[in-house]
């Protein structure tokens, strides 16, 4: 976990620990420590307690602030909600909570309706779960499988969203954070906060920080750190039965325009690492979002594929075996031994016998930092590149920011480099500090490390009594500063800058960086530690000349040609070191796996079926379908609606492209209530039936869904900012459209507060005496301080509200050919 504030301060031996606070927190109203104890004794008496507090926490691994009381632990949290359900069986078990902050300031939102963006007030009667993160960081890649987990248990409950606050400048662009989306298969909305709007909002100071909101819009707490699954699940629970008893949830279901309903199928998608076999005339590629490995020779011609495609850990024969997102490989002899990053394991590729093994890990990650033990029985931590030197294995474990080692032929695996805190720092093996190693090379003696989250290079002795150096990069700065020394500045050693790099090759004593946001290729004299450009104008693209890049993640040199992963391109880029000629490899041949067999339940039909008369179509490359939509008065469909629409024929048809059938297409709004969609025709004579059926994925009324008013306005009782929760509203077409207007509940009585003026922002804000209510988890592994603040915490109040039950299209109208939700279509 990276922390953003100076607020929290972690030492080695030392922690001092606040609840979290707006900035403009009314600390008058709230008595603290030193206003209500002031003599000598007092104080001490009062850090001894905090001290103990802190043992505590370090002990148990948390601790849950519920309340003015002090610190509690989960169980308690639970047993005080029971304690309040005795009393009462519609007692909020979180109550007092202040209006949570709204979440405009963003400059852009994915994985939603393009040019669409959420306001929290559209989801009333949801639990919300916002999640602060930062693309590049570990430990919010560790969050994304329990916000699935999250997600799909409680799908009709639970609305997440991401709130992407940048690090690095390169993670600020819209574009790119659409693409760390795909990569990650993020499946919920994601808010570009690039000005950090959102985050001073909340007043996160941590990457990640998971924020609770309750179906009232209330804010219920935060939870800074990775390994919070548990305990999100209970307080969902909570929340979940209580509104349900109080009338106050809403379970209809909510889709979204996902980035990856856009994203073009290609043979590799997303290769992290590259590795060049001279001597045996083979490459091996880590096509990572594909989950195997891709062996082609040299000059890219293909020889076979390592695993199924799908995700697993599954041993065996290459057809049969499965990994999950792999990275970094090496060679030894006939065995490939490959970082299976995601499963947490090590694996082991035998090239002869054509099986894979596992070597080491549990397939569960390590939650907290280990010494090492046995290899089945030590469970790892995101291992992210192998290298191999002199009959050792190492490891970058990415996760606790830590090289690891392992001596062929032994059962033991352990930690080689690195005290697990995230920093820049130089020194014996045992005292240096690490920053999410992510890339390994070797000259024989010494590994070279790409330390991304530190933007630097690293050098590691690995002979007895060695140390860690930095050859690139800032290093050894006070307070973790190093961390955040980043950018794109060619120079020598300390003065040199990249920004999270992800690969490193060595060749001829000098180094060549994949600079991965920075989108170039670097190359360092080992020897004057000068860093200069060697390929990249810092632009991002998939152009050959000029040479341009989207974020490399991984190099490698096999003769005099260095092998790039172009890893946001989709490709593998080959450059001669001789003449600096840069070419993209091309695989022929080779396709993407099998897709995993779709899910289209969310089409079954909301109404009856719509039969179409038998049609005779003339001969063509398509033929149009025209969907006609049942708008209520006052409605339209919104141009940049995404209706999708799915076709299938009837068995043996000849008529329809069957390449066209049975998937996920997107239709064309046409006019104010129609689409139309397309099929493809193979030109044979024949007959065929088709059903259609469509889809109206949902989007907040902000700036429209997929349908709104026509007038902006639909004004529920005592309210005129309603909610039209589009996003709710599942459309399938053909059946008979059905609008039902729900008051919400009804307005509240307000309590005093004091309202005031921020000059800064020309927002209101609320202030309140609430603050101290929060549930909180000291996570103690990964702490690392910026010295910055956090500016004001804004608050938007809570309103009524209306909402369509659910939108659907009609029969058909006149001589045009149209179709309904299972509508049939006969073509001659």
């Known amino acids: 976990m990276m922390r953003y504030d100076e607020a929290v301060r972690v030492s080695d031996n030392r922690v001092w620990l606040r609840t979290p606070q707006p900035e403009n927190f009314d600390r008058r109203s709230t008595p603290t420590m030193t206003e209500s104890h002031s003599t000598d004794s007092t104080h001490r008496l009062s850090h001894r307690v905090l001290i103990s507090i802190t043992i505590l926490a370090m002990m148990v691994g948390g601790v849950l602030m519920l309340g003015r009381g002090g610190p509690l632990g989960n169980n308690d949290l639970l047993a005080q909600a029971a304690d309040k359900g005795k009393k009462g069986a519609t007692e ?23 040019g669409s963006e959420i306001n929290l007030k559209d989801l009333r009667g949801k639990v919300v779960l916002l999640d602060f993160w930062t693309y590049c960081c570990i430990n919010c890649m560790h969050v994304l499988p329990d916000l699935k987990y999250l997600e799909k248990k409680y799908s009709k409950e639970l ?53 609770l909101i309750d179906p009232e819009g209330r804010y219920v707490g935060q939870q800074p750190g990775e390994g919070n699954r548990e305990l999100f699940d209970k307080v969902i629970g909570l929340l979940i039965d209580f509104h349900k008893k109080k009338g106050t949830l809403d379970t209809s279901p909510v889709r979204f325009d996902l980035e990856s309903n856009r994203l073009k199928s290609s043979p590799l998608k997303f290769p992290g690492k590259v590795l060049a076999d001279v001597p045996g005339k083979r490459l091996f590629i880590t096509d990572t979002n594909h989950n195997r490995i ?105 996760g606790p920011h830590q090289l690891w080692s392992h001596k062929l032929g032994t059962d033991r695996i352990g930690v080689f480099a690195g005290t697990g805190r995230e920093d820049i720092t130089d020194g014996p093996l ?11 090379a070797t000259d024989g ?74 989108h170039k290729i670097k190359k360092v004299d080992l020897k004057t530690r000068k860093s200069t450009t060697f390929l990249g104008n810092g632009k991002r693209g998939v152009t050959v000349k000029p040479a341009r890049f989207a974020e490399p993640g991984g190099v490698s040199i096999g003769g005099d040609i260095l092998y790039i992963a172009d890893t946001n391109n989709h490709r593998i880029c080959t450059v001669d070191l001789k003449t600096g000629t840069l070419a993209q490899l091309k695989i022929a041949g080779l396709k993407p796996p099998a897709p995993a067999a779709a ?64 998937k996920r297409r997107k239709a064309t709004p046409a006019g104010d209530t129609g689409a139309t969609a397309s099929l493809a025709l193979t030109g044979k004579p024949g007959q065929a039936v088709v059903e259609v059926s469509c889809l109206l994925p949902g989007l907040p009324r902000r700036q429209g869904g997929a349908v709104q008013a026509a007038d902006h306005s639909l004004e529920g009782p005592g309210d005129r900012h309603r909610r039209q929760q589009d996003n709710v509203a599942e459309t399938s077409c053909g059946s008979q459209a059905r609008l039902e207007g729900e008051g919400g509940n009804p307005p509240r009585k307000r309590r005093n507060r004091r309202r005031t003026r921020d000059p800064r922002d020309g927002f209101d804000e609320v202030q309140t005496t609430d603050y101290d209510r929060w549930f909180a988890l000291l996570l103690i592994p990964f702490p690392v301080i910026a010295p910055r603040r956090m500016p004001s915490w804004l608050i938007s109040s809570s309103r009524t509200s209306w909402k369509p039950a659910s939108i659907t299209g009609t029969a058909p109208v006149g001589g045009t050919r149209r179709c309904g939700p299972t509508s049939t279509a006969v073509g001659t």
Request: with cysteine.
């Open 294 to 398: 891709v062996v082609t020779d040299l000059s890219g011609s293909l020889l076979e594929t390592i695993g199924s495609g799908a995700i697993g850990r599954k041993n065996g024969r290459y057809p049969d075996a499965t990994f999950d997102h792999p990275q970094g490989t090496t060679l030894v002899g006939d065995e490939l031994y490959v970082a299976d990053t995601e499963n947490h394991m090590i694996r082991v590729v035998n090239l002869k016998k054509k099986t894979v093994r596992t070597l080491a890990g549990t397939g569960s990650q390590a939650r907290f930092r280990a010494d090492g033990g046995s290899l089945t029985q030590t469970a790892l931590n995101s291992p992210w590149a192998l290298s191999h030197v002199k009959g050792t294995l190492y490891i970058a474990m990415a």
């Open 92 to 114: 909020n078990p979180f109550p007092n909570r202040p209006p949570a902050p709204s979440l405009d300031g963003g400059v852009g939102w994915l994985n939603i309706n393009p």
């Open 430 to 440: 045992d005292r240096c500090a690490l920053a999410q190693p992510s890339s390994l």
């Open 445 to 518: 003696t010494h590994l070279f490390v790409a330390d991304s989250e530190g933007s630097a290079i690293r050098q590691v002795d690995t002979r007895a009594g060695g140390s860690v150096k930095t050859v690139v990069g800032a290093h050894d700065l006070f307070r973790g500063r190093a961390l955040f020394e980043f950018g794109d500045i060619d120079g020598i050693g300390d003065k040199a800058r990249l920004q999270h790099p992800l690969g490193v090759a060595f060749h001829k004593g000098a180094l060549y960086v994949a600079d991965s946001y920075n």
């Open 599 to 662: 899910d289209h339940s969310d089409f079954a039909a909301s109404g009856q079926a719509v039969a179409v008369p038998k049609q005779t179509i003339q001969a063509g490359k398509t033929v149009s379908l025209a969907i006609p939509l049942a708008i209520p008065a006052g409605f339209k469909l919104n141009p940049r609606a995404s209706i999708i629409y799915r076709a299938v024929g009837n068995k043996g048809q000849q008529v329809i492209d069957s390449g066209g059938l049975g």
């Open 159 to 211: 609305v997440v969203i991401g709130v992407h606050s940048a690090k690095f400048d390169n993670e600020k662009d819209t574009e790119a954070i659409r693409r760390a989306i795909l990569r990650y298969e993020i499946e919920h909305p994601v808010i570009n906060d690039a000005n950090m709007t959102v985050w001073r909002k909340f007043g996160a100071n941590s990457w990640p920080t998971q924020v």
